[in-house]
């Protein structure tokens, strides 16, 4: 099913949840209102582009390099970090490495990264935290998709399905990944943010962003802009 009829067919379905999630800061942790708990990062070697789809504090992306996400106890610091590793050719499975080597917190993450390769790696949080019901990842063809505090473990099976299936561009695969964990329950506590970035090789920046914040239903919002959206990133590769 294209992209377009999928949004439709699911009236906007939200494409993300949100929630208090712990975020690292010098010195410090604070909670931040706006951070997604499930997520999917991707690539398409053929035509250059990268993407990731999640909260907004959470995804980072650069064209010709790869994607990465960090997530539940999330560290800004470690994004540009992971991508300047990633492209000085590091293997995935040695930024994480690289990342986690001295953190003290380092039971606390959950990270995925992946290469313009599609060589990708996951590293899930510990599950320590009582207020969790599920999390983990599952990886495929040039994708990995990766979430805690789920209402079970098909919210991530959903993804990737969804992702495998759907015809069209990076952009809206990455987009029916996140419906479908949505509608399969996703997680369990709400909804507050949700975004997309997808870099393109040869574009400055990024390619295509977008972001709904701190909204009551900002997945649904997000869907919204998503659709509407005249962008070349969207619809059948070129």
């Known amino acids: ?10 009236c906007l379905a939200a494409l993300l949840y949100g929630c208090k999630n712990r975020v690292e800061e010098p010195g410090r942790v604070t909670y931040r209102e706006v951070s997604g708990t499930f997520s999917i990062v991707a690539v398409d070697p053929n035509t250059g582009v990268c993407g990731a789809a999640v909260g907004k504090v959470v995804p ?14 999330h560290n ?3 994004g540009e970090k992971a ?3 990633l492209g000085e ?10 990342l986690l080597r001295n953190d003290p917190r380092k039971d ?13 790696a996951n590293r899930n949080c510990s599950g320590s935290d009582p207020s969790g019901l599920w999390w983990g990842s599952a990886a495929g063809r040039y994708y990995a998709c990766q979430g805690n505090t789920l209402t079970d473990c098909e919210v991530i099976y959903a993804m990737a399905r969804a992702y495998e299936r759907t015809a069209g561009c990076l952009a809206d695969r990455l987009m029916a990944a996140l419906v479908a964990g949505d509608k399969t329950g996703g997680d369990h506590r709400g909804r507050l943010a949700a975004g997309i970035r997808v870099a393109k090789k040869g574009v400055e920046g990024y390619w295509l962003e977008l972001y709904v914040d701190e909204s009551d239903d900002a997945v649904t919002d997000l869907a919204k802009q998503y659709a509407a959206l005249q962008h070349e990133a969207k619809g059948t590769p070129q």
């Open 1 to 10: 099913m294209r992209m377009r009829s999928l949004i439709a067919g699911v």
């Open 76 to 78: 800004p610091s470690w």
């Open 89 to 98: 050719g590091r293997l995935p499975e040695e930024v994480l490495a690289e």
């Open 60 to 73: 980072y992306v650069r064209a010709g390099v790869g994607a990465f996400c960090t997530q539940h106890w």
């Open 83 to 85: 991508l300047d590793l």
């Open 108 to 120: 606390k993450r959950q990270l995925a990264i992946i290469d313009m390769s599609g060589r990708a």
